[in-house]
């Protein structure tokens, strides 16, 4: 077991290297003298020189690199162009909000996904089941910000149950936390949940065709048994994987949420350094988001020992 964490450990570092690379030319093949695009049209000579010196864009390529991965070895990310800040500075400050919005959307996406998934695959091609996924492919082809439009109208504006815009820090107290992020982890799990419950249904389907799952029947196993201790257990590696996967839509989700329900998390933040073009916090957050996913998709492989013992061999 030990051995095998290992090797996963050793296998994410060339994955981080080129995420790392990536980052890094993605200054230097943009279009145009990045340092002309962060001065402005209106810069002179003389300014454009200086945001260049100040990124360290008139020194060799090599160098650059070379001081890039240095300041990556010991934590640094380097610094906003706007704001003067680190950006691990900027980052601390914006982690609160968008770490509530995803733990919030896993538990609001599991807990109604994997339920309905079951029943769906218990009562395969009735009417439950085509109701089941019918809502399933609704809300994976409805955008997170149309879901979040028409969450803010009728709970928010219509009904007044919950604010329209805003988020509330934990230190204010959990009740205000949950008001506030309940609308954005609804909107952000709907589309989670569809893609879960679609795998889980399928994956179920297939376990409950199983011979050991017509043996547990036929030995007067209740139907609860059958469905949880035997088909569900089995059929957890699939969907265990599809959870994983499903961060990238929380990554890319968070974005749009966070911007429509005005929450100050990452995802306001890589917006709000797009548009202004402060390369060093774009570069940053690439970096957090992409280690994130190599951390999400270990403990994955990890857990898979767990589910299934055979997989470590």
Known sequence: MTAYIIRRLLATIPVMIVVALFVFFLLHLTPGDPAAVIAGDDASPAE?????????????????FA????????????????????????????????VVLAVSTLVVAVTIAIPIGVLA???????????????????????VFLIGYILIYVFAIELRWL???????????????ARSITLPAIALGMVYTALLARITRASMLEVLSEDYIRTARAK???TTGVLLKHALKNAAVPI????????TLLI???????????????????????????????????????ATKVMVNLLIDISYTFLDPRIRY
């Open 48 to 64: 454009i020189e200086g945001v260049r010196k100040k990124l360290g864009l008139d020194r060799p390529i090599w160098e650059q």
């Open 67 to 98: 001081i890039y991965a240095m300041n990556l070895l010991r934590g640094d990310l380097g610094t906003s162009i706007f704001s003067n800040l680190p950006v691990t500075t900027l980052v601390g400050q914006r982690l609160e909000p968008s």
């Open 121 to 143: 695959a218990w009562k395969a091609r009735t009417l439950v089941d085509r109701v089941i996924m019918g809502f399933s492919v609704l809300g994976f082809a409805v955008p």
């Open 163 to 177: 604010p329209v815009q805003g988020y509330k820090p934990l230190s204010q107290g959990v009740w205000q936390t």
């Open 220 to 222: 007067g196993v209740a």
């Open 240 to 247: 265990v994987t599809v959870i994983g996967i499903g961060l």
């Open 252 to 290: 890319s989700g968070v974005v749009l949420t966070e911007t429509v329900f005005n929450i100050p998390g990452l995802g306001r933040l890589t917006v709000d350094a797009i548009l202004k073009r402060d390369y060093p916090i774009v570069q940053g957050l690439i970096i957090i988001f992409a």
